[in-house]
């Protein structure tokens, strides 16, 4: 009997997992802003930028050598046009700072060196509304370089199938019964 209600429990714990699971899957684009440059003057941020699509849960990620730089974060166009880095809502000095675009809007970012900013040192960032994309984790780093850790479906479903190895939850879950009224 003790048996059975241990396999019973991981049985529905792994259809929990299995279904809670299949039904909030969606990428997170990591975007390395100015790619394999990173966060430089030699990079040129605004050709990186151009024809990018950040969405609302995707993350950017900044490198640079924070010995030599920092990263401000701007509440205004007009102060991100200006460069006037004096008021930042936020300052970035590790040298590798991950930022999640948790809501739609405008960002804007700058180098912490006014001069530096002057000399096109500085993004801003439209995020969008989150879009159901593939099932994986996606990796941007410069133009045509991107890796994925996972391929999924290319268009959602308004059901969820979900599978494992070829066996769908059904044919698993009949299994499992078995395996619990067997014992």
């Known amino acids: 009997m003790k048996g059975r209600g241990k396999l019973f429990m991981v049985l529905v714990v792994v259809l929990l997992v299995a279904i809670g699971g299949g039904q909030w899957v969606g990428a997170q684009l990591h975007h390395v802003v100015g790619g394999d440059r990173g ?6 941020v605004l050709s990186w930028s151009s024809g990018r699509i950040f969405s609302v849960g ?3 990620w900044f490198a640079y050598s924070a010995a030599q730089e920092n990263i401000v974060e701007l509440k205004s166009k007009e102060e991100y046009e200006a460069c006037d880095v004096s008021n ?3 300052m970035y ?3 590798l700072d991950s930022v999640s675009l948790e809501k739609e809007g405008i960002r804007y970012f700058a180098s ?3 001069e530096s900013c002057k000399s096109g040192l500085k993004l801003h960032v439209d995020v969008q509304p989150h879009q ?5 984790q996606i990796v941007i780093t410069s133009e045509g370089s991107a890796v994925a850790t996972a391929d999924g479906p290319t ?3 308004g059901s969820t199938h979900i599978s494992a190895n070829g066996l769908s939850v059904s044919r698993l879950l009949a299994v499992g019964a078995l395996l619990c009224f067997a014992m």
Request: charged content about 35%.
């Open 39 to 44: 966060w430089d003057p030699s990079s040129d």
């Open 58 to 60: 995707d993350k950017i």
């Open 88 to 90: 930042p809502i936020k």
């Open 93 to 95: 000095t590790d040298g």
């Open 112 to 114: 912490g060196k006014p």
């Open 132 to 136: 159901p994309k593939q099932d994986h």
């Open 155 to 157: 268009t959602p479903s």
